[in-house]
């Protein structure tokens, strides 16, 4: 399966902005989908994940609250709504997909889209 993040862009703090994920190729397939992060000299870090029904999720502790994830699978997208942004979020983000269950490392999926840039200013 292929991935393409967008929606990125420059915000100030404070404001929103709505990641979109779309995915193609082997789309019949069922996979769990996830948001991971990476800043500038830190680790990827794991934001938010979404079971193929949209029933089941997952956020990271300094999300809650603030972020929501969610799918269309009639149109093979998840998309990650950012509200109250925070200097602190400033990183690359990156979908990801895995084909059974809920995870929370980026070891733990199998394909990975291009990653869209997410700055904040304070």
């Known amino acids: 399966v292929q991935l393409q993040a967008s929606g990125g862009g420059l915000v100030q703090a404070g404001g929103s902005l709505r990641l979109s994920c779309a995915a193609s190729?082997?789309?019949?397939?069922?996979?769990?989908m996830g948001w991971f992060r990476q800043a500038p000299g830190r680790e990827r870090e794991f934001v938010a994940a979404?079971?193929?029904?949209?029933?089941?999720?997952r956020y990271a502790d300094s999300v809650k609250g603030r972020f929501t994830i969610s799918r269309d699978n009639a149109k093979n997208t998840v998309y990650l709504q950012m509200n109250s942004l925070k200097a602190e979020d400033t990183a690359v983000y990156y979908c990801?997909?895995?084909?059974?269950?809920?995870?929370?490392?980026?070891?733990?999926?199998?394909?990975w889209g291009q990653g869209t840039q997410v700055t904040v200013s304070s």
């Open positions: 979404i079971s193929w029904s949209g029933g089941s999720t």
């Open positions: 190729g082997r789309t019949s397939s069922r996979y769990v």
């Open positions: 990801a997909a895995r084909p059974i269950g809920i995870a929370t490392m980026a070891s733990e999926y199998d394909y």
